[in-house]
């Protein structure tokens, strides 16, 4: 009773799942049909959906299918019926499949062989054949008895006989024997995949389908619109003064520019022309500037020649003024001896009184010569003096000149000075420079020479083998000359023992030569020639 019930149950739910598959199969094929019928699709459609699109299901389903068939429907596959001699697959769920028929069918229900193959997921014990030559009659050719065709009840799955009578259920033993199919599991992946990619397609087509629809949609509004637009009368529309209106605008924003561009060009002018005006005042205060930094050296030069002239002569007035308080010692003290000689003379003279000495007269005299004798040797020391003066002047530009020339010639020397140290720092890197690279040459000149000296002890080494290889070479030559001399020798005792035996037995050598070689021929080996001695 158990085992009742779950086949019910399970027949239920096959049932349902095969109805719902049909159902999705149909709106499938609907799809397909308005595919089908729909315009030009775009030029990167794949492959089957290409054929899908070019008029029928078929095409598209067949080319997933490599059997070279005619296909005439899309069924679904149940578990095999053994009334009709087909595989029974796994118990998976049931899938879109490719049924290849025969392009030519006897009868028209030769197609619908078993009805549980055709339909669905039905029992084994729901299994019935159909007659090969067709339906029966009153039926469609979906069910064995009376039953509409396309219904799909529980009822039209089983068994059809007379009503009131309960047919006897028969179990084929073999039937629950599990088949060994050996299927390939790499095919059932295949198919999959097909289906997947299949389904993936669909998608993308369905996609591409709602954008052409889209678009053709928009397009029928756009031309809408446009014959909307060509409909309306163009002629009312005056855009003349809107034009005008905007031009007078673009006219008065130009004259607008105009007269800024040239209130600014005017400003510019000034601008450079204040530029430039500063420009000769930099450059006239740069040249005053110079003339006074000129001026200014020169007045120095000046006022260092007035300094030493100075000194000079602060010098000189100090030794004049040494000069005249020892003159005027001198003349005191002249004038002090003259007093004492005059003091210490005593005159006697016999005066006659009745004579009067006048000696004022005689004291003016004198003082006259002594002024005379002093302003004279004023004189002489003041023409001392400015001689002196006079030299020590022309001294002291002598010695401002060669000042100057020392001090240009410090200069020239300081310049030059530079100028030296400047090239000999040139001279010390390019000394550096030359030192680096004769250390550099000298490193590749050592490298060099140890490389030379490398390759002359391989060359040295490889003579010495040369010299070893022919001296062996020699040797062997030399031996092989003895083995050739005592092979010589050898084949001339042969050839002496030949001759004799030759002429011992009166034979002609040519006959001799033959008779040894045919038998060189077919002997595996000649005796020694001293073993017939």
Not at 129 to 155: D, I, K, L, M, N
Not at 157 to 177: H, K
């Amino acid at each position: 009773m158990l085992t009742d019930v779950s086949t019910s149950q399970q027949e239920t739910a096959d049932f349902s799942y095969s109805e719902a598959l049909l159902r999705i199969g149909a709106s499938s094929s609907k799809k397909m049909r308005r595919w089908s019928q729909a315009p030009d699709m775009p030029d990167g459609m794949p492959p089957r959906t290409a054929a899908l699109h070019s008029g029928s299901t078929r095409p598209a389903l067949a080319s997933s299918f490599p059997e070279v068939c005619e296909p005439r429907y899309v069924s679904l596959q149940s578990p095999a019926c053994p009334a009709c001699d087909q595989s029974q697959l796994p118990a998976t769920p049931p899938r879109l499949t490719h049924t290849p028929v025969p392009s030519r069918v006897p009868g028209p229900g030769a197609a619908m062989a078993c009805r549980s193959c055709v339909v669905g997921f039905s029992s084994l014990s729901s299994c019935e054949v159909t007659p090969a030559g067709g339906p029966r009659p009153g039926t469609s050719g979906w069910g064995s008895c009376g039953t509409p065709g396309p219904g799909f009840s529980s009822r039209s799955f089983t068994g059809c006989e007379a009503a009131g009578t309960i047919p006897q259920v028969t179990v084929n033993p073999s039937l629950l024997v599990p088949l060994d199919l050996k299927v390939d599991p790499a095919i059932q992946q295949q198919k999959t995949q097909e289906k997947e990619e299949m389904k993936v397609l669909n998608d993308k087509f369905a996609s591409l389908i709602g954008k052409v629809q889209a678009l053709e949609q928009r397009n029928q509004l756009l031309e809408t619109r446009w014959r909307f637009l060509q409909g309306q009368d163009s002629g009312t529309f005056d855009l003349g003064h809107l034009y005008e209106e905007y031009q007078g605008r673009l006219q008065a924003e130009l004259l607008k520019v105009s007269q800024e561009r040239g209130q600014l060009e005017a400003n510019l002018l000034q601008v450079l022309q204040k530029v430039e005006e500063f420009r000769i005042r930099y450059e006239e205060e740069i040249s005053k500037r110079t003339d006074m930094e000129f001026t200014f050296v020169q007045l120095k030069k000046d006022l260092d020649a007035e300094c030493l002239r100075r000194t000079e002569l602060e010098t000189k007035l100090k030794g004049l003024q040494s000069f005249v308080e020892l003159m005027k010692n001198i003349y005191e003290q002249e004038l002090k001896d003259l007093a004492a000689q005059v003091k210490d003379v005593s005159v006697t003279v016999g005066m006659d009184s009745r004579c009067h000495i006048d000696l004022s007269g005689i004291v003016e005299e004198v003082k006259v010569q002594y002024d005379a004798i002093a302003a004279r040797s004023l004189e002489e020391a003041e023409a001392y003096s400015r001689r002196q003066l006079e030299e020590r002047a022309a001294c002291s530009a002598e010695f401002g000149n060669s000042l100057q020339s020392s001090r240009s010639e410090i200069t020239d020397l300081n310049v030059r000075i530079q100028k030296l140290r400047s090239q000999i720092l040139s001279i010390k890197s390019h000394c550096l420079k030359l030192e680096e690279n004769i250390k550099a040459a000298e490193e590749q000149g050592e490298l060099a020479f140890q490389d030379a000296k490398a390759k002359l002890a391989q060359l040295e080494a490889a003579l010495n083998q040369a010299k070893q290889d022919m001296a062996r070479q020699l040797r062997e030559y030399q031996e092989l000359m003895n083995v050739k001399l005592a092979l010589d020798i050898e084949i001339a005792t042969y050839r002496k023992l030949v001759e004799g035996e030759e002429s011992r037995m009166d034979l002609p050598s040519a006959a001799m030569v033959s008779v040894v070689q045919s038998t060189s021929r077919t002997a595996p080996s000649l005796p020694h020639p001293l073993c017939s001695l």
